[in-house]
């Protein structure tokens, strides 16, 4: 009975549920089903996309993910048929299963773009991360010959290179640096605050910041040519539906030349009036006249509203130029008065 269980994995599988108490039963068993359903539509797909191009689906990094992912949902099964439902390490392949959400990956050109663009830094960030493991292990060797000495040195940190690497570590990241500097000033180490500011200012603020600039810059520059590409797509597809239409509104005129060479019609004239009458306020029509277009339309009418707004100003600078002129005729009598009057003072 064994052997025959042991020979069809969903056996095995069925037999590992009855085993399980009542209350947990159904969970586990809407969890097989699930199981089959992402299992027989993982291998649908694959099996289709193979059968359709079996030679360039391979060329495809994403199709190759697709595959792993494939693979790492069989592991369980393969592990049940040969190890057993008991085996140790049946967990480790089961918690694997989580990576299915990367079968979300090729369906979503953002991400696809983005993860272009990390590939696209791999040579620059290794560079910088090359450059940053060349300090560290150049100030790993100065602590561990400054501050892991074996008399009153702090070996715990800086005893050895690992010990050393992995405290330099701790302060690029700036992560509790200040109990390690704290550790070092209690053995009274002269010159470990020196060492620590110089490391963090050329790891954290030189290099790390390096690290996120290049990765940055790259980024935006594929989200760029992702728009780019976007606008391009866009575009294509109103030409074509602007192709579609004029091509529409052309077998549309040729079938009314074909009209009116076979019915009773005087002119071609009186044929347009008769299609104009059926035509309705929402038909699409494709305009060449740059007078015609929406933007050129919605500019007009902005121009338009700019110059009755300068014509209300000027309306008012109008306006405040008669009150002036007229308070000004009020005062000038009055002041001629006053200089006759003083003419005759004078005299």
Known sequence: M???????????????LLDTEPADFCARFRNFISEIIFVSIYSSEFSMKVYVDPLDYWKDGYNLLDVVIIIIIFIPYALHEIK?????????????Q??????????????????????????TVASVLLLLFILMYIFAVLGFCLFGVPEGGDHDNWGNLAAAFFTLFSLATVDGWTDLQEQLDNRDFAVSRTFTIIFILLASFIFLSMF????????????????????????TALMEEKQVMLRRQQEEVSRLMQTQKNAEYKSFDELVEK?????????PMVLNDFGTSIPFVNVYFSTLDNQDATMCKLQE??????????????DLPQKRQDQSSEELYEM
């Open 84 to 96: 057993g439902k008991h085996y140790p390490h049946l967990h480790i392949a089961d918690g694997m």
């Open 317 to 330: 600078l109008y306006y405040e130029i008669a009150h002036m002129l007229g308070l000004m005729l009020e």
């Open 2 to 16: 064994s052997q025959s269980l042991n020979q069809n994995p969903l056996k095995v599988v069925f037999s590992s």
């Open 275 to 283: 299609f104009k009458r059926t035509l309705r306020h929402r038909d």
């Open 98 to 123: 989580s990576l299915r959400i990367l079968k979300l990956i090729p369906y979503s050109r953002g991400i696809r773009r983005l993860i272009t663009a990390v590939g696209q830094t791999v040579y």
């Open 212 to 235: 996120v600039g290049v990765m940055i810059i790259h980024t935006e520059d594929s989200i760029r040519k992702f728009e780019r590409e976007l606008m391009l797509e866009r575009h």
